[in-house]
């Protein structure tokens, strides 16, 4: 069998619009730039994303859960530095009136030109905040101004003594939270990979000064496993290092942990040594104490923090490019494929998202080979039955072999086929999606089937 994984992003887009995955947002008014919507197998995909981080996160016994909103007091963002500093420096190019980031400029002979036509004639950098504004109330002034957060880390930092008093959290303890931020970013793009409006999964992990850099890297490793957890191929996952010219204004110490996407290696999560910048900066511009007693030392300090910060739709774009590829099968192999894949197209070429099944936003997929009346009732109950369970499918228009292929490709580990036999023998077919082989299962059996094929899969 020969196996190509995904060479270009459009081949995703339009598998992910094909199948339900993500549609542009506003499709019928001619879309609205770097804004998606997930559709119906998307937004199920995505939940169990976040599920999954959520649970790596907070199935510990030091990190707890957070909700904040997304409108905060604008003060937060002076004290945190985004409204002076949180700005990209944008140019514009003379000759093709393409707009960019200096930092996105290329090099020629020394000057800075532009990526899109390389003409040097490009105007001075103007610095660009990066927030959103709105205004809170009936009136639109200076003082109802209010931004749309930036990140979601903020919300943490000035819940601190909430979350640790209410929890009687002792250091060290994290704060974990997922939640929409929003950029006004110059250059959206690359799908789902850079927008406007998008789902961080953050945690904030308080420590100890001085044991900053041994849970930095503590972090660091668990991070990295649960990139091996989900499945991700290890050959396209790295850690790159800030620089010292890299590093953002409140970071001693930062990698990424990067992916190599089909437009190559970019950023999936940030893992930064925050210092006590941010608890500092909310203790001085609120004018409240922030502090921690340590009653083992009987030392007060303010915490460090170690950050994880990755975005959710980034991930859910990793995990889709990674997972995503075509078959093309040898006749020998298509006469091992079972009964139902038997039309010659469709047994050569198949294209198959191998997700972990926990990630899958449907483990089974219940089609009926016939409409026949007694195969449709025994169906719809097996998918009550199925469905109290799991993220259950019911499919009976088609080909069985085309409904197949659209399982596959949609990443449904199993299919349950019931057939004419299934009404004589009490039994159905079982499909595993990245094998092809089928197994005969009694009906009375078809529940602790899936449970023990799922199990060692899902937490
Ligand atoms: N609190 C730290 C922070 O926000 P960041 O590196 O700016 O750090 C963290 O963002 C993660 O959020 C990134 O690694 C990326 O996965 C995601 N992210 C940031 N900007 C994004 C955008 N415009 N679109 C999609 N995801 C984004």
Redesign the pocket.
């Given at each position: 069998m020969a196996i190509t994984k995904l060479k270009d992003l459009a081949t995703l887009v339009s598998l992910c619009k094909r199948r339900g995955y993500i549609f542009q947002s506003s499709e019928v008014y001619g879309g609205l730039n770097s804004c998606w919507d997930y559709g119906p197998l998307g937004a199920s995909f995505k939940y169990n994303v976040k599920m999954a981080w959520w649970k790596a996160m907070t199935r510990r016994e030091d990190v707890v859960g957070l909700d904040a909103a997304i409108l905060m007091h604008p003060k937060v963002w002076k004290a945190s530095g985004h409204v002076d500093g949180f700005s990209d420096p944008l140019v514009d190019c003379r000759s093709c009136k393409n707009r960019f980031r200096e930092d996105h400029a290329i090099q020629i002979k020394g000057q800075i030109a532009c990526p899109k036509c390389q003409s040097i004639d490009i105007t001075p950098p103007r610095n660009f905040n990066l927030m959103f504004k709105t205004y809170m109330g009936p009136i639109e002034d200076e003082s109802s101004v209010v931004y749309l957060r930036?990140?979601?880390?903020q919300g943490i930092f000035v819940n601190f003594e909430n979350v640790a008093s209410s929890m009687r959290k002792k250091i060290p303890f994290g704060v974990a939270q997922i939640g929409k931020?929003f950029?006004n970013?110059i250059t959206?793009g690359n799908f789902?990979?850079?927008?406007?409006e998008?789902e961080?999964m953050?945690m904030q992990y308080f420590v100890k000064p001085g044991t900053d850099m041994e849970w930095f890297e503590k972090w660091k490793s668990l991070r990295w496993n649960f990139y091996q957890h989900l499945g991700i191929e290890e050959s396209k996952l790295r850690f790159k290092e800030h620089g010292p010219t890299e590093l953002?204004h409140y970071a001693r110490a930062a990698f990424?942990v990067q992916y190599e996407f089909p437009f190559g290696w970019q950023?999936?999560?940030?893992i930064?040594n925050r210092s006590d910048f941010d608890l500092s900066q909310h203790a001085k511009f609120s004018g409240k104490k922030i502090e921690y007693f340590d009653e083992q030392s009987k030392e007060k300090f303010i915490p460090y923090v170690i950050?994880t910060?990755?975005?959710c739709?980034?991930?859910a774009l990793a995990l889709l490019c990674d997972s995503y590829r075509e078959e093309t099968l040898e006749s020998t192999e298509g006469s091992a494929v079972a009964e139902g894949e038997s039309s010659a197209q469709e047994q050569t070429q198949r294209v198959v998202l191998g997700l972990l099944p926990e990630l899958a936003p449907r483990k089974v997929a219940i089609l009926p080979l016939s409409k026949k009346e007694p195969l449709i009732e025994l169906s719809h109950r097996l998918f009550q039955q199925t469905s109290e369970n799991w993220d259950v499918e019911y499919d009976e228009s088609g080909s069985i072999g085309k409904r197949y292929r659209r399982q596959d490709e949609i990443g449904t580990p199993f299919c349950l086929t019931v057939d004419f036999q299934s009404l004589e023998d009490q039994k159905v077919t079982f499909r595993h999606r990245d094998t092809m082989k089928q197994d005969r299962v009694s009906l009375d059996q078809v529940n602790s089937y899936l449970s023990d094929k799922l199990k060692k899969f899902i937490s």
């Open positions: 930036p990140e979601t880390a931020s950029r970013e959206p789902t990979f850079r927008t406007r998008f961080q953050e953002a990424d950023e999936l999560e940030g930064h950050e910060a990755v975005g739709d980034r991930l």
